[in-house]
Nanobody
Framework: VQLQASGGGLVQAGGSLRLSCAASGSIFSINSMGWYRQAPGKQRELVASITSGGSTNYADSVKGRCTISRDNIKNTVYLQMNSLKPEDTAVYYC???????????????WGQGTQVTVSS
């Protein structure tokens, strides 16, 4: 199983970006999916998460500016980020709890990270 993230880049403050993360491999089901970020010198933190049923959770710092969604057919999670601020600059990682085919265990997987840089 792999998580492949894309969509990061350089954007001016006030701009928007849409991150995507596709899960692939021997997937039976995907429970929650989410996005985390890690800025230089800081701990990794949750940005947003979404359950298989569509319930969402957001960090206070991004509420009202970011929207997480998922396509359960494509095994893909998205993060639409608007009104970006310089403090949003970080490496963004996707995360998912996945049950592989022929197992009963759910395992946590991480994507490779995508850089988001917001200039002032």
């Amino acid at each position: 199983v792999q998580l492949q993230a894309s969509g990061g880049g350089l954007v001016q403050a006030g701009g928007s970006l849409r991150l995507s993360c596709a899960a692939s491999g021997s997937i039976f089901s995907i429970n929650s999916m989410g996005w985390y970020r890690q800025a230089p010198g800081k701990q990794r933190e949750l940005v947003a998460s979404i359950t298989s049923g569509g319930s969402t959770n957001y960090a206070d710092s991004v509420k009202g500016r970011c929207t997480i969604s998922r396509d359960n057919i494509k095994n893909t999670v998205y993060l639409q980020m608007n009104s970006l601020k310089p403090e949003d600059t970080a490496v963004y990682y996707c995360n998912a709890w996945i049950r592989r085919i022929s197992t009963t265990l759910t395992t946590n997987y991480w994507g490779q990270g995508t850089q988001v840089t917001v200039s002032s």
